[in-house]
């Protein structure tokens, strides 16, 4: 079974390969340059490479444009949900330490196969808005100690068309029961019903899966697999999703996968659908107030994570016009990079003459 550095290499390789391809054929003008056009001072990427805390080499290529779509591109979206998690990890890690408790509440809503996914998608957010805004919200603050709300958007395509529904950490102020948090769910549902009745859908029945309240346990591993859980959701870039899509139900990256393995023309539809309509919304949305509760930096943007330096140093630029060659082959260089050194990276490009540069020596052949 392969390790778990050579599984993050491969997950890196398919969505490498997956964001080439998609290069062809995006509908955002963004995503087709991540990646391929270069920003580079020198002329062309750069190998920028670093160890991680268990000393493990991380290679990554510094001086290319980035999209910073959290939603539809396979490689910016990994780094976003890196740093959500984290994000994710230390707001439940602030509530723990300060002896709070957290619910997930899970909110669905009836959708039927004619309904389009920009349709669906200004529903909920109408829908979010009643829920956490006007007079009622402030009452329940004092009335169940809420401290504040993190809100993720799930979707999925199947049988039935697009399916959204919404994720929300609650947390509060000291220990809250099952069953208290039940009552605050049922009036958060209660408003989210009204706004979808009055978008002209409805929600299913409370409690018939329209409404889900669960306990989130706050030891340290528990944390880990929620933060890890609620960055994931929304992608489902990990394990392996971008090599084998699933037909039925499918996260955005499974029917991206299957697109691009056999290009049936509705799953291509859908990605580019799922494109437009993804396009511009926010990801992760927390309540005002909460990060700074929990002594948190300011909110970076979707585009600040994906372009933000990683770090490490720089040691091998590739020739300008030699980056077009590198391109399709770039997963395999990072790999030989990481498990071989700098030395046996530089070879490998000599072999391949791809023209390259020490960062602080004249140019080779």
Known sequence: MPGREERRRTRRREALTARARLWRWTSLPRLRNC??????TVGGPVLRVSTDGEGNRRAGVAG???????????????KIAAQRSDELRD?????????????????????????????LWRALSKAW????????????????????????????HGEHGWHLHVHAL??????????????????????????????GLAAPLEDRGGLDVRPVDLGAGSIDAVAEYLSKITIEIT???????????????????????????????RWLEWEQASRGRRQVAWSQGFREWAGMRREQTDEEIAAEDQGGTDTIAVEPEDWPELR??????LDVAERDGVEAASAWLTVRRIGWARVDRPPRR
């Open 170 to 199: 609650v947390a509060f102020d000291g220990p809250v029961s099952r069953e208290l948090a039940e009552v605050l769910g049922s009036d958060m549902f209660g408003r989210w019903e009204r706004a979808l009745l009055r978008a």
């Open 91 to 119: 707001v439940l890690a602030a509530v723990a330490e300060a002896g709070g408790s957290v619910h997930m509440l899970t909110l669905t809503m009836r959708h039927h196969r004619g309904q389009t996914l920009g349709e």
């Open 328 to 333: 399709p082959q770039l997963a395999e260089w």
């Open 129 to 156: 808005r009643a829920v956490t805004s006007g007079r009622a919200v402030e009452r329940e603050r004092e009335r169940f100690g809420v401290l504040g709300m993190v809100r993720v958007i799930e979707a999925t």
């Open 64 to 78: 290319l444009q980035s999209c910073g779509s959290p939603w539809a591109c396979p490689v910016c979206a990994r």
């Open 239 to 269: 394990g392996g999703t971008l090599k084998e899509g699933r037909r039925g139900n499918r996260p955005p990256f499974a029917l991206l996968a299957d697109a691009l393995a056999d290009g049936n023309a509705d799953d291509c539809e």
């Open 35 to 40: 990646g391929r056009v270069t920003t580079s």
